[in-house]
């Protein structure tokens, strides 16, 4: 008996892990897509500015490492194409960086005047997502149709409304546009801001 509950246990941990380890994994981007980390055709700015970037996606960078290499360097230092006291350097000719945390990072070839040329790389990585999260629409506020309001009702001579009329307790104050306002930004901190207080 113990044993069955300690594979079944073993089973929902690993599928748990399974998932989690999906979840977590993030997307791996190939940098310059089939061309990879090249000096010549590739608009990096471009593909850079078609994606999205979280913390937990990778860069994988392919290149000939004879006539490349890859260096994260400072935001000064990438927009003057300095190489000397990178940050990480990178040699392999087939080198993954993990995104481990958001802002904006730097990526240039260290080899002279390759930079210069546009072998460089600026992203900017957000926080790891939550997943989906609908954003609240306000709605229009709709009054109701004048043209409506003007007719009579048919059951306004009724017998049945010619009775006494009985206020049940006092009308409920119509909501402002300030309750409104502060009650939308309220679910907007709590989808959006909260999240990043919380894991950051």
Same mark, same amino acid.
């Given at each position: 008996?113990?044993?069955?509950?300690?594979?079944?246990?073993?089973?929902?941990?690993?599928?748990?892990?399974?998932?989690?380890?999906?979840?977590?994994?993030?997307?791996?981007?190939?940098?310059?897509?089939?061309?990879?980390?090249?000096?010549?055709?590739?608009?990096?700015?471009?593909?850079?500015?078609?994606?999205?970037?979280?913390?937990?996606?990778?860069?994988?960078?392919?290149?000939?490492?004879?006539?490349?290499?890859?260096?994260?360097?400072?935001?000064?230092?990438?927009?003057?194409?300095?190489?000397?006291?990178?940050?990480?350097?990178?040699?392999?000719?087939?080198?993954?960086?993990?995104?481990?945390?958001?802002?904006?990072?730097?990526?240039?070839?260290?080899?002279?005047?390759?930079?210069?040329?546009?072998?460089?790389?600026?992203?900017?990585?957000? /926080?790891?997502?939550? %997943? $989906?999260?609908?954003?609240?629409? =306000?709605? &229009?506020?709709?009054?109701?149709?004048? +043209?409506? @309001?003007?007719?009579?009702?048919?059951?306004?001579?009724? /017998?049945?409304?010619? %009775? $006494?009329?009985?206020?049940?307790? =006092?009308? &409920?104050?119509?909501?402002?546009?300030? +309750?409104? @306002?502060?009650?939308?930004?309220?679910?907007?901190?709590?989808?959006?801001?909260?999240?990043?207080?919380?894991?950051?």
């Amino acid at each position: 008996m113990a044993l069955i509950k300690n594979k079944s246990l073993f089973a929902s941990l690993m599928i748990f892990v399974a998932f989690f380890g999906a979840a977590v994994g993030g997307t791996v981007h190939k940098v310059g897509d089939s061309k990879g980390w090249t000096m010549m055709g590739v608009d990096y700015e471009a593909w850079a500015s078609s994606r999205t970037f979280q913390v937990g996606d990778s860069l994988v960078f392919e290149y000939n490492k004879d006539y490349h290499n890859v260096n994260e360097v400072t935001p000064n230092n990438f927009e003057l194409c300095v190489t000397s006291n990178p940050l990480e350097r990178y040699e392999t000719g087939s080198d993954t960086v993990t995104l481990t945390k958001s802002g904006v990072h730097n990526f240039i070839c260290g080899v002279p005047g390759h930079c210069g040329i546009g072998q460089k790389l600026q992203i900017v990585v957000l /926080p790891a997502s939550l %997943g $989906p999260v609908a954003a609240p629409v =306000p709605r &229009p506020v709709r009054s109701p149709s004048p +043209s409506l @309001s003007l007719l009579p009702s048919p059951l306004a001579n009724s /017998p049945v409304n010619n %009775g $006494p009329k009985y206020q049940t307790g =006092p009308s &409920p104050a119509p909501h402002s546009a300030a +309750s409104k @306002s502060i009650a939308w930004i309220g679910s907007y901190f709590l989808i959006y801001l909260l999240p990043f207080f919380i894991l950051g």
